[in-house]
C-alpha cells in the first residue's frame, strides 16, 4: 500500500445498473432492492459517492442526496468511462437447467459477449425460460465486472429459425462432439463478426448437426478429448474467441 | 439415428469410479449412495452392464451380478480403455465460497487439469477448505465427462510455502489484475509443465504480486480488459493453455 492520498471515489465505490437515461445533472431515484442494497447494506450518507451506469452512455459518478430507507436520489456528477465498446460475439446456447444457465448468463457477461441467444434444440429439455431471471444476473454480472453494458438478451428461438434467419458473414463456431477442427486455430483463422453455437447436454441430433454444417458459415470446432458440460464449453469456446479473435490479444 | 444395431454397451451405460483397483475378474461390491443410483435410479438388473474406473488403470465394463436393495456386486469383464493421459496442468487456486470452489473443482476436472492445488492468500476470505467435498465434486466430474482419472488434490498450502517449494522449470502462469502479457501468446510460448495460479476475488496483494514475480518460472498474464471473477479467470486461464499448450492442439 502506498501513502499516497487515496483517490475518489474509491475503489469500494458501490456500482449500479440504472435502467434509465444518464447525463451530467440528472437526479436518478432508486428503491426496491437497489435502495435497500445502497441504503442498509452499504449504509450510503447524502454525499456518498455511487457509482451508476445505463448500458448505453457509460459509467457516471453520482452522489446520494436525499436518503429515505427505502429510497434515496442520487445526483449525477460527471461521467467516468464512455460506453465500452466490447467484441462483436455472440453466445446462443440452448436453455440448461436453472442453475447452469444462470451461471452461463454470468459468465456470458463477465467474458464479454455482446448477446446472448437461447436457442431451442430437439434435446433441448428446458423449453420455458425466464428471460428476466437471465438478464438480472447479466445486469449484477456486468455491475460486478465493470461493464458499462449489459449483453443484450434475445428471444428464444428454435434452431431451423436461428440457422434460417443466419446473417451472412458471421461465423458460426459450433461444438462439434463427433470432431471439428481445434477451436482456437479457427477462431483466429476468422476476423470478423461471429457467433459461438453451443447445444444441450444431450447434444445436437444428427439431423440438426447436418442443418448447421450447410450453413455456409457454420465452422464445426473440437474442444478437446474430453466430454464438457454445455456450460463448461461454452464459457471455454468464448474464452478461447476473446484471446484469439476478440479484444484478449 | 442409423438403422444399425446399437453397440453394447448402451451410450447410457452408468459410469462410475471406484476407490479400489480394478482387473479383469475382479468382484467389486458397491453400497451407499452408487448402490442407490445403481439400483434405484438406473434400475440395474443382474446381467446389466456398468462401466467402473478407478482413476489409475483406466475403464472396465463391468456387469451387476447380486442385485440386492442396498447393494449389488458387479463382475469386471474387460478393459475398455486404457487411462488417460492428462497434460501436466496444474491450477492453484485460492479457495472461494462454497458454490463457487464447488464449480471451480468440477471445471478443472472437466477441463483436463491433473491437479488442483488449493492456495491460501493474504485476501482469502475462506480460510478452511472441506477437501472431500471438493474431491467429490472433481469424481462426479469425471463420471460425467468421460475422464478415467480424478484430478489430484493437494493439501491447502500457503501461497509463500508454495512459491518457496516451486519445482523449478514448471511454469507458473499468475493472471495479473495489473497487467501482464497476453494468455494465449504467453502459454503458446511455454510448452512443457504448467501451472496456472488464480488469487481471490480480492487478488493478491502488492507483497503478494512482487514474491510471485520474483519466481523465475513466474508469467505474469492477462486475461482482456473486463474484471474476471476468480472462477471465471480459473476456467478461461486454463482452457486458452488446453488450446495453446495442451490437448485441444
Redesign the interface.
Known amino acids: 500500500?502506498s501513502g499516497a492520498t487515496p483517490a475518489w471515489p474509491p475503489q469500494s465505490t458501490p456500482r449500479l445498473f440504472v435502467d434509465a437515461p444518464l447525463g451530467a445533472g440528472a437526479a436518478v431515484r432508486l428503491d426496491g432492492a437497489q435502495a435497500h442494497y445502497l441504503v442498509a447494506v452499504m449504509r450510503t450518507k447524502p454525499g456518498d459517492p455511487v457509482k451508476l451506469f445505463d448500458g448505453a452512455s457509460g459509467e457516471w459518478l453520482a452522489v446520494a442526496e436525499s436518503v429515505g430507507r427505502r429510497d434515496l436520489t442520487l445526483a449525477v456528477r460527471e461521467q467516468l468511462r464512455a460506453v465500452?465498446t466490447v467484441p462483436d460475439l455472440w453466445l446462443c446456447a440452448a436453455p440448461l437447467k436453472k442453475g447452469r444457465i444462470d451461471?452461463l448468463a454470468?459468465?456470458a457477461c463477465?467474458?464479454?459477449v455482446a448477446r446472448l441467444v437461447p436457442v431451442v434444440t430437439r434435446r433441448t429439455v428446458v423449453d420455458r425460460l425466464n428471460l428476466d431471471r437471465l438478464r438480472a444476473h447479466m445486469v449484477e454480472a456486468a455491475e460486478?465486472?465493470?461493464?458499462t453494458a449489459v449483453p443484450a438478451l434475445a428471444d428464444l428461438v428454435k434452431l431451423p429459425a436461428l440457422l434460417r434467419d443466419w446473417p451472412a458473414g458471421r461465423a458460426l463456431f459450433f461444438a462439434d462432439e463427433t470432431g471439428g477442427v481445434?477451436?482456437?486455430?479457427a477462431m483466429r483463422a476468422h476476423a470478423g463478426p461471429a457467433a459461438i453455437l453451443i447445444g444441450p447436454e444431450g447434444g445436437f441430433?444428427?439431423d440438426e448437426r447436418d442443418a448447421i454444417r450447410a450453413l455456409p458459415d457454420a465452422i464445426g470446432i473440437?474442444?478437446?478429448?474430453?466430454?464438457?458440460?454445455a456450460d463448461?464449453a461454452a464459457?471455454?469456446a468464448v474464452?478461447?474467441w476473446?484471446?484469439?479473435a476478440?479484444?484478449?490479444?
Open positions: 500500500m465500452e451461471w454470468e459468465k463477465e467474458l464479454g460486478q465486472c465493470g461493464r481445434p477451436a482456437a486455430a441430433d444428427n473440437g474442444l478437446g478429448p474430453r466430454i464438457l458440460r463448461t464459457a471455454a474464452s478461447l476473446m484471446a484469439t476478440g479484444d484478449w490479444r
